[in-house]
């Protein structure tokens, strides 16, 4: 169980920002982080990890204390068996995609934990390069096989899959909901994907200004305007093509999630004015068929 009470400041673009939060992780949860740019998500990671220390507070691990600015402790981020991607990937230039892996390997651990890593993150034909010859999207895979690959008891991503097309994205978060599982992780992801987050959360914390502001499941933080009493779909605007006084859309619904998640809908062509692709809209079904509007 993670449990974390600390306070920071921070240099924000208005200002002087405080982060000061109060959260408790149980062992196994996945947990994401949701909010704004700039609201301390990434600061509060890298306080986990012990790359950035807090002014005041404590920050202890399945009992242990990992921070405690009264006793004078902060373990070293090497002390902390934690297995963290961050955006930067900040993986080591001057070595191959394998021995970035290898790297991470505990001692006397055999190689075969990097061959399976890079079979499930389908990098096996890279396994030679640098990560200077890769696109962004290869390089944030080699950051998450390196992360699995220490066998960490926490793993802490920060947006891990958002350089990735959207086939590659939803086959590594399947394998992503497998490996929190079945090693027993306790997960805490930094997420603005929708799908992402209601596929792989048990709970959502948002975040603004430093500070956690709403807990809950994630149909309560994503969508809380959506009226538990009428049948109603969120989606996201994929194209628009308005002929006369008919708009006709396509949309993908990310909640509920369908399997086949793909639909065409036509509206006033008034209804849409002002409307653009990636919007996220509310379909609402009527005894009439369905009313379409943004959401807000
Ligand atoms: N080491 C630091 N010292 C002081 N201020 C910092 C430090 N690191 C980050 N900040 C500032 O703290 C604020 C929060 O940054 P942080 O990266 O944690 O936000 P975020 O919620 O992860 O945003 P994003 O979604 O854009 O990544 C920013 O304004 C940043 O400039």
Do not use: C
Request: glycine share 8%; aromatic share 4%.
């Amino acid at each position: 169980m993670i449990s974390l009470q600390v306070r920071k400041s921070l240099n924000a673009a208005g200002g002087e920002m405080l982060l000061q939060l109060d959260l408790r992780v149980e062992r196994g949860e996945l947990v994401t982080l949701y909010g704004p740019s700039g609201a301390g998500k990434t600061s509060t990671l890298r306080m986990l990890a012990g790359l950035l220390s807090p002014q005041s507070g404590q920050i202890r691990v399945n009992g242990k204390a990992w921070f405690d600015a009264e006793a004078g402790i902060n373990l070293p981020p090497g002390q902390r068996n934690i297995g963290y991607v961050f955006q930067d990937y900040a993986l080591f230039p001057n070595m191959t995609v394998r021995e970035n892996l290898r790297f991470a390997l505990r001692k006397g651990e055999a190689d075969s934990k990097v061959d399976e890593q890079l079979d499930v993150m389908e990098l096996g034909a890279l396994a030679g390069q640098k990560p200077a010859t890769l696109s962004g999207g290869q390089q944030q895979r080699v950051a998450l096989a390196r992360a699995l690959v220490q066998q960490p008891d926490i793993l802490l991503l920060d947006e891990p899959l958002s350089a990735l097309d959207p086939s590659l994205r939803r086959r590594l978060s399947d394998h992503l909901q497998q490996w929190h599982r079945s090693l027993g992780l306790t997960t805490i992801l930094v997420s603005h994907d929708s799908r992402e987050i209601l596929q792989l959360a048990d709970r959502v914390l948002e975040m603004r200004e430093g500070k956690i502001v709403r807990t809950g499941s994630p149909q309560e933080i994503l969508f809380p305007d959506l009226k538990a009493a009428t049948l109603q779909m969120v989606a996201t605007l994929l194209s628009v093509i308005i002929r006369d006084d008919t708009a006709t859309l396509e949309v993908a619904v990310s909640y509920p999630v369908w399997p086949q998640a793909q639909l065409r809908l036509t509206a006033a062509a008034d209804t849409v004015a002002g409307w653009q692709v990636g919007d996220e809209l509310i379909i609402e079904l009527t005894d009439a068929g369905y009313k379409i509007g943004q959401r807000r």
